[in-house]
């Protein structure tokens, strides 16, 4: 029923040349993606930003919220910086009514998040 | 096809997560029928669908012999959804998730679900039945939200 998320690891550089992990989600992003988004994480081990891309997540429910915070507590241990884009405009509100927002800068595309790290 | 008040449509759902999600289509198709903007469904499909992620998991423990009950009901203004399990429902409702804490390790990075219904829709209320054979959760959602 529920549609499975692939999580794909790429690499692109800020505007200082600096390295950026990007985690590229697909499908949906619920209790069953807790391997294909924490292991995704997991594999971008180092201190370079990281970028998550939403545009291709149909949805979102509150155990993927959960994933995401999870993920966002790692990189506040070691202090790292999260971007996210690509989230349709209703999930841009529910990040931000939750909270996610306080710890990871929301934009529009790719572009404007990796100028954001 | 325009749904006018009165009319009534009810789902049955497995307790499987992932089932959530026809509950969360059909909502979306009635309240389009009702003529509700896009922003209000997608809030609405949230809520619906944690309000079922809940029952299936909480309520009905995800005993796939119980069903979750889901009936969508039209009035003149407003849709209201109830979400029926076999749970004894929740003695009290749990706190206002905190970022911070969550962040800090020292609250569980699970638990917004609740917290999601409450904030999307205009009324959400939970109501207990002790002996585990109808608590439900009611949601409501209105039409012309804008000018109440």
Not at chain 1, 51 to 62: A, G, M, Q, R, T
Not at chain 2, 96 to 125: C, N, S, T, Y
Request: glycine share 8%; net charge neutral.
């Amino acid at each position: 029923m529920q549609s499975e998320t692939k999580t794909t690891v790429d690499r692109t550089s800020g505007s200082n040349g600096a390295s950026i992990a990007v985690l590229r989600f697909s499908g949906d992003i619920s209790s069953t993606s807790k391997d294909s988004v924490l292991g995704a994480w997991q594999s971008v081990s180092g201190n370079s930003p990281v970028l998550l891309d939403f545009s291709k997540v149909d949805y979102i429910n509150s155990s993927g919220i959960a994933l995401i915070i999870q993920i966002l507590m790692e990189a506040d241990k070691t202090g790292r910086k999260v971007a996210a884009f690509g989230l349709t405009p209703h999930f841009q509100k529910v990040f931000t009514m939750v909270g996610i927002a306080k710890y990871a800068g929301l934009y529009k595309d790719e572009p404007t998040a990796t100028a954001s790290l | 096809m325009v749904i006018t008040a009165g009319t009534s449509v009810e789902v049955r759902l497995p307790s499987r997560l992932g089932f959530e999600k026809v509950a969360m289509g059909t909502a979306a198709s009635v309240a389009q029928l009702m003529g509700f903007p896009p922003d209000r469904i997608e809030d609405l499909k949230t809520a619906v669908a944690e309000a079922c992620i809940n029952a299936i998991e909480h309520g009905n423990r995800l005993n796939e012999k119980l069903s979750v009950g889901v009936i969508l009901s039209a009035t003149a203004h407003a849709l209201e959804v109830k979400v029926v399990d076999n749970g004894t429902g929740m003695e009290k409702q749990p706190p206002k998730p905190d970022i911070d804490r969550k962040i800090h390790g020292e609250e569980d990075p699970r638990g917004m679900g609740m917290f999601l219904i409450q904030a999307l829709v205009d009324e959400a209320e939970w109501v207990r039945d002790s002996k585990g054979k109808g608590s439900y959760v009611r949601l409501v959602i209105r039409l012309d939200k804008e000018n109440q």
